[in-house]
């Protein structure tokens, strides 16, 4: 019996409030599980805060501590959003205002659980930093395709011998008081450039070219020295049956400085033999997916 055919056949007398009670119950089971998990975390960013508080105060660490926690952290935990150098700040601020953690624990403790029918109960259902926290939703399989995909480019390029240097994984950008974070960023030692490297889990999307331009723009300006070359960008987009790589070049010809980023279905000659072309990558990546 398919679902349509179920749906048309009457249910049985009482079944209606059975189902009604049961939908209750789950609704109810869910909004303790995640007010549970809530109060967990938010006694864990107290904590984290209270501890930068005193290691500060003990070892005369200043606010650049922070700033290299917030590195460590996200390097130690790349599929959680909470750990931004912000959010520790903010983490630090609420352990200043409340010093007393048995105060904050019993405050915590009674949080109400809302009704499960409310906006309120509804929307912490959806709490990205939750679902981070227990790594656990339909993100999760996304992010472990993403961690394995991160995983296999860095090996391969480091592999090469090409002159790939590996700077750093989820590296921070400060653009206006806003920040990004560029899933993989090399440095080319022949090249005398950095490369930027964005990974995605689905289709090749218009918008993830403008992404990939933005963050090779912040890195010409904040990141590269003098006299580095232009930063070059590799977008990577794998979905389920296919790999899709290509690379953006900076176009330094444009009046008043603007770069125009384009995709190139071949590299230039000066730079074909050091880096590895799309047809490689893509076999690479192809050959580990099956």
Same mark, same amino acid.
């Given at each position: 019996?398919?679902?349509?055919?179920?749906?048309?056949?009457?249910?049985?007398?009482?079944?209606?409030?059975?189902?009604?009670?049961?939908?209750?119950?789950?609704?109810?089971?869910?909004?303790?599980?995640?007010?549970?998990?809530?109060?967990?975390?938010?006694?864990?960013?107290?904590?984290?805060?209270?501890?930068?508080?005193?290691?500060?105060?003990?070892?005369?660490?200043?606010?650049?501590?922070?700033?290299?926690?917030?590195?460590?952290?996200?390097?130690?935990?790349?599929?959680?959003?909470?750990?931004?150098?912000?959010?520790?700040?903010?983490?630090?601020?609420?352990?200043?205002?409340?010093?007393?953690?048995?105060?904050?624990?019993?405050?915590?403790?009674?949080?109400?659980?809302?009704?499960?029918?409310?906006?309120?109960?509804?929307?912490?259902?959806?709490?990205?930093?939750?679902?981070?926290?227990?790594?656990?939703?339909?993100?999760?399989?996304?992010?472990?395709?993403?961690?394995?995909?991160?995983?296999?480019?860095?090996?391969?390029?480091?592999?090469?011998?090409?002159?790939?240097?590996?700077?750093?994984?989820?590296?921070?950008?400060?653009?206006?008081?806003?920040?990004?974070?560029?899933?993989?960023?090399?440095?080319?030692? *022949? +090249?005398?450039?950095?490369?930027?490297?964005? %990974? !995605? $889990?689905?289709?090749?999307?218009? /918008?993830?070219?403008?992404?990939?331009?933005?963050?090779?723009?912040?890195?010409?300006?904040?990141?590269?020295?003098?006299?580095?070359?232009?930063?070059?960008?590799?977008?990577?987009?794998?979905?389920?049956?296919?790999?899709?790589?290509?690379?953006?070049?900076?176009?330094?010809?444009?009046?008043?400085?603007?770069?125009?980023? *384009? +995709?190139?279905?071949?590299?230039?000659?000066? %730079? !074909? $033999?050091?880096?590895?072309?799309? /047809?490689?990558?893509?076999?690479?990546?192809?050959?580990?997916?099956?």
């Amino acid at each position: 019996m398919n679902d349509h055919s179920i749906a048309l056949t009457q249910p049985p007398a009482g079944y209606a409030d059975w189902l009604a009670e049961l939908k209750a119950r789950i609704h109810s089971a869910q909004q303790r599980a995640t007010l549970a998990v809530n109060r967990e975390l938010v006694l864990l960013y107290w904590q984290i805060g209270q501890h930068i508080l005193t290691r500060q105060a003990a070892q005369g660490w200043g606010a650049k501590v922070i700033e290299r926690l917030a590195h460590d952290l996200r390097n130690a935990f790349p599929e959680m959003k909470g750990f931004s150098r912000a959010n520790l700040m903010y983490m630090r601020a609420f352990a200043e205002a409340w010093p007393d953690e048995q105060i904050v624990q019993q405050a915590v403790g009674q949080l109400p659980l809302p009704p499960p029918g409310s906006d309120l109960a509804r929307e912490s259902l959806k709490d990205p930093y939750l679902f981070d926290f227990l790594d656990v939703g339909k993100e999760a399989d996304e992010r472990e395709i993403e961690s394995a995909l991160v995983e296999h480019i860095t090996q391969f390029l480091l592999e090469l011998g090409a002159g790939f240097a590996f700077v750093g994984r989820q590296v921070l950008l400060d653009v206006g008081g806003d920040e990004f974070f560029i899933d993989l960023l090399f440095y080319h030692l *022949k +090249l005398r450039c950095y490369v930027v490297i964005e %990974l !995605k $889990t689905g289709k090749f999307k218009p /918008e993830h070219l403008g992404q990939l331009g933005f963050y090779m723009t912040a890195v010409d300006k904040q990141i590269k020295h003098e006299l580095d070359n232009a930063t070059i960008g590799l977008l990577l987009c794998k979905s389920k049956n296919k790999v899709v790589a290509e690379y953006a070049l900076g176009d330094k010809t444009q009046p008043m400085g603007i770069a125009e980023y *384009k +995709l190139v279905e071949a590299l230039p000659e000066n %730079l !074909k $033999t050091n880096l590895p072309s799309i /047809e490689q990558i893509e076999r690479e990546l192809q050959g580990d997916e099956a």
